[in-house]
C-alpha cells in the first residue's frame, strides 16, 4: 500500500512542469503517448492566465497522475505556439498520442475545467446548460441554424449575459448569411468578456464570412485550381468559399496544401488563414482537430 501510495505522490510531483521550444517534442509530443498532456500557452502579463493557471494545476494534481500539465510562456518560446496557431491566451490544448485532440481558450472556471479533464480522461460531463449547449453546437455543425439559435434563445431567455449562449446565436447569424444581425448580436456582449473564447470564435466566423463575400464563385475557383494547381492565390479564395459553403475540411485540404508546397507563400498566409478557421470553428470541432493534427505534422515533421 505504501508502495502505490509513493508511487502516485511520484506521478503528482511530476505532473506538472514547464516546457521550452527544445523540450516541447520530449515532454509533450513523446510524453502523450503515455497519458494525454495539457499544454498551457500563457505570459507573464495575462492577467486571465494567472487565474487559469492555479485552476489548472490544482486540478491536473486532483487527477493522481491521469494526466499531465506542460506551461509554455510564449513570450520566451514563441516558435511552437506560434506554429500552432495560437493566437490569444491563455489557450489550453491536450495532445494524446502524439497529436492535439482538444482545447479551450480563455480563463474558465474550476467546474468546467474539470469537466475539460474527466472528458479527456473518459469521464462523463454534467451540466443540463453545458448539455444543451452541446445540442445547439451539435445541430449548428449539422446545418440546422433555425433548430440551434431557438436552443441558444431559450439559454439567454434563462439568462440574459449568457456569452456563450449569445456567440452561438451570432454564429446562427453568419451560418444564415444575416451577418448585420450577426454583428448587433456581438455588439451585445459585455465588454469585459468580449474576449471570451466563444466570442473570439464567432467574431473570427464573421471575419472570415465577410472574407467570402470578396472572392469569385467556388465553381469559378475551382477550375482555375485545375488547371494551374500552383495557383495558390486561386486555391486560397476557394477554401475561402469552400468554408462558406460549409466544406471545412476540404477548405483545410486547401490550405493544407499551400502550406506543404509553399510556407512562406503571401506571409504564411495558408497558415495563417488556416489558424483564423481553427478559432472560427472552435477547438473542439471535428475539422479544428484534424487540421492542427495535419498542420502540427507538417510543422512538425
Not at 13 to 39: R, Y
Not at 174 to 198: C, F, S, W
Not at 268 to 287: C, I, M, N, S, Y
Request: aromatic content about 4%; hydrophobic content about 45%.
Amino acid at each position: 500500500m505504501l508502495q502505490s501510495d509513493g508511487t502516485i505522490a511520484a506521478a503528482v510531483d511530476n505532473a506538472i512542469k514547464d516546457a521550452t521550444t527544445q523540450s516541447f517534442m520530449k515532454d509533450v509530443i513523446e510524453e502523450s503517448k503515455a497519458q494525454p498532456v495539457l499544454v498551457d500557452f500563457w505570459a507573464p502579463w495575462c492577467g486571465p492566465c494567472k487565474q487559469l493557471t492555479p485552476v489548472l494545476e490544482k486540478a491536473v494534481k486532483a487527477a493522481k497522475g491521469k494526466v499531465k500539465l506542460v506551461k509554455m510562456d510564449i513570450d520566451k518560446h514563441p516558435e511552437v505556439p506560434g506554429q500552432m496557431g495560437i493566437q490569444s491566451i491563455p489557450a489550453v490544448i491536450a495532445f494524446s498520442n502524439g497529436q492535439p485532440v482538444d482545447g479551450f481558450m480563455g480563463a474558465l472556471p474550476e467546474s468546467q475545467v474539470i469537466a475539460f479533464l474527466e472528458r479527456l480522461t473518459k469521464g462523463k460531463i454534467g451540466g443540463e446548460e453545458q448539455d444543451l449547449l452541446k445540442t445547439a453546437d451539435e445541430m449548428l455543425a449539422a446545418g440546422n441554424a433555425a433548430e440551434a439559435a431557438a436552443i441558444f434563445g431559450q439559454l439567454l431567455t434563462e439568462d440574459g449575459g449568457n456569452v456563450v449562449a449569445l456567440a452561438g446565436l451570432a454564429r446562427c447569424y453568419i451560418q444564415t448569411g444575416a451577418l448585420e444581425q450577426a454583428k448587433h448580436t456581438l455588439a451585445m456582449v459585455p465588454d469585459a468578456k468580449k474576449n471570451d473564447a466563444a466570442v473570439a470564435a464567432a467574431r473570427a466566423a464573421l471575419e472570415v464570412a465577410e472574407q467570402a463575400k470578396l472572392v469569385g464563385p467556388a465553381d469559378e475557383l475551382e477550375r482555375k485550381v485545375a488547371a494551374d494547381p500552383l495557383d495558390h492565390q486561386a486555391r486560397f479564395d476557394l477554401a475561402t468559399a469552400l468554408n462558406a459553403a460549409g466544406k471545412r475540411a476540404e477548405a483545410a485540404e486547401h490550405l493544407l496544401s499551400i502550406v506543404k508546397r509553399d510556407r512562406k507563400w503571401n506571409e504564411d498566409g495558408a497558415r495563417k488563414q488556416l489558424v483564423q478557421f481553427f478559432e472560427a470553428w472552435g477547438p473542439t470541432d471535428p475539422a479544428t482537430l484534424d487540421g492542427r493534427k495535419r498542420l502540427s505534422s507538417i510543422l512538425f515533421s
